[in-house]
C-alpha cells in the first residue's frame, strides 16, 4: 500500500534498548516481553514476495473540465493523507488534478466525488508497466503534465536483522524506483516544454536514519539523492526537482502507536503536536509555484524534531 496505504511490522519483544533514535517504546512494552519473550505483540501486515501480477489495462476515463490556470498536477499516493491534502490544495489553487492510487478504490471514489473533475487511476509505481498504462490515461484525459508529486510509499517498523531480502526490495521498489519510474514518465514532454515541476516527498529518516526502520530510511534517503542529481541535470531545461521531508504527520501511517507511544513523540517535538497533512499539501503547492531558481532542495516539515 502506499503512502499512507502503508506496511507496518512490530516486533517489540527483540527490539531491546536504543539511543539514537528517539523513536519512544514504551518501559512497560519492554518489561511485558521480558518477563514473558514468546507473547509478542505483533502489529504486521506482510511484505508479499511473490510478484504481483501484471496490471489491468487501464481504462480510459472521459476528459476533465479545463483548469482555472491551465497547469495539471499528477499526484502518486493521492487518495489519502499527505496524497489527499495535496490534491485539495493543487485544486483549491485551480489546477486539473489527477491522482494515482494503489489498492483503495472506495477512498479515490471518495476523493473524485469530492472534488469534481479530479481522476483517479489505479497504479502501481512499483510496476513499470502499470505506471506506463496509468499515466497514458493521466494525460489522454488531462493533457501534458506541468507538476508530479512523487509521493506514494510505504514504510515499515522492523528490526534490521529480522528483515527479509524480500521486504527489503519491496521497500526500495516502491519508495524509491516508483519515483524513478514516474520521473522518467513525466520527463520528455516536460523536456520538450522546457517547464515543469518534480517534487518528491521523503522523510526526516532519510535525512538522520531511524531505528528499526534501515530499509525505509535507505529508500528515503536515495530519494534525497535523486531529488538533488536530477535538479542539475534538469536545471538547463527549466525543470525544478525539490524534495519536502515530512516529520511526525497525523496520517494513517502512524495509527500504528498507541496514544501513550505518540504522547511521548509529541513531547520531543518543538512545536509540541503532530504535524497536519494538508500542512504538507500546502507546503507542495508552495514549491510547485517557486521561482526556477529553487531547486535541488530538501525542505524539512517537522515542527523542529531534528
Not at 527479509?164 to 520538450?192: D, K
Not at 497525523?250 to 497533512?277: H, K, V, W, Y
Request: contains cysteine; aromatic residues 6%.
Amino acid at each position: 500500500m502506499y503512502n499512507d496505504e502503508f506496511e507496518l511490522t512490530f516486533d517489540l519483544a527483540d527490539a531491546g534498548p536504543k539511543k539514537e533514535q528517539r523513536r519512544p517504546t514504551l518501559p512497560e512494552r519492554e518489561e511485558a516481553a521480558e518477563a514473558a519473550p514468546l507473547a509478542q505483540e505483533t502489529r504486521e501486515i506482510p511484505v508479499s514476495a511473490a510478484p504481483e501480477p501484471e496490471p489491468e489495462p487501464v481504462g480510459l476515463p472521459q476528459p476533465a473540465a479545463p483548469a482555472a490556470n491551465g497547469r495539471t498536477v499528477l499526484i502518486s499516493g493521492g487518495d489519502r493523507g499527505i496524497g489527499a491534502a495535496a490534491a485539495r490544495a493543487f485544486y483549491a489553487a485551480g489546477y486539473r488534478v489527477a491522482v494515482f492510487y494503489h489498492t483503495n478504490a472506495e477512498a479515490a471514489a471518495a476523493l473524485e466525488k469530492e472534488l469534481p473533475g479530479v481522476l483517479a487511476v489505479q497504479c502501481d509505481v512499483a510496476s513499470r508497466a502499470s505506471c506506463e498504462l496509468a499515466f497514458r490515461a493521466a494525460e489522454q484525459a488531462l493533457g501534458h503534465l506541468d507538476v508530479l508529486v512523487s509521493n506514494a510509499g510505504i514504510a515499515q517498523q522492523k528490526l534490521f536483522t529480522d528483515i527479509t531480502p524480500e521486504e527489503w526490495q519491496r521497500m526500495l521498489n516502491v519508495n524509491l524506483t516508483g519515483a524513478f519510474n514516474l520521473c522518467q514518465l513525466a520527463l520528455p514532454g516536460m523536456i520538450r516544454r522546457k517547464a515543469g515541476r518534480i517534487l518528491t516527498v521523503s522523510s526526516m529518516w532519510g535525512q538522520t536514519g531511524g531505528s528499526c526502520e534501515v530499509h525505509y530510511s535507505a529508500a528515503k534517503a536515495g530519494l534525497i539523492g535523486l531529488t538533488k542529481a536530477l535538479a542539475k541535470e534538469e536545471g538547463p531545461s527549466g525543470i525544478t526537482v525539490n524534495c519536502v521531508a515530512p516529520g511526525v504527520i497525523d496520517t494513517d501511517m502512524n495509527r500504528c502507536f498507541s496514544e501513550e507511544e505518540l504522547q511521548a513523540l509529541i513531547e520531543e517535538i518543538p512545536a509540541d503536536r503532530l504535524g497536519q497533512p494538508e500542512e504538507v499539501g500546502l507546503l507542495a503547492l508552495k514549491l510547485a509555484e517557486s521561482p526556477l531558481y529553487l531547486t535541488g532542495q530538501i525542505i524539512t516539515m517537522d515542527g523542529g524534531f531534528l
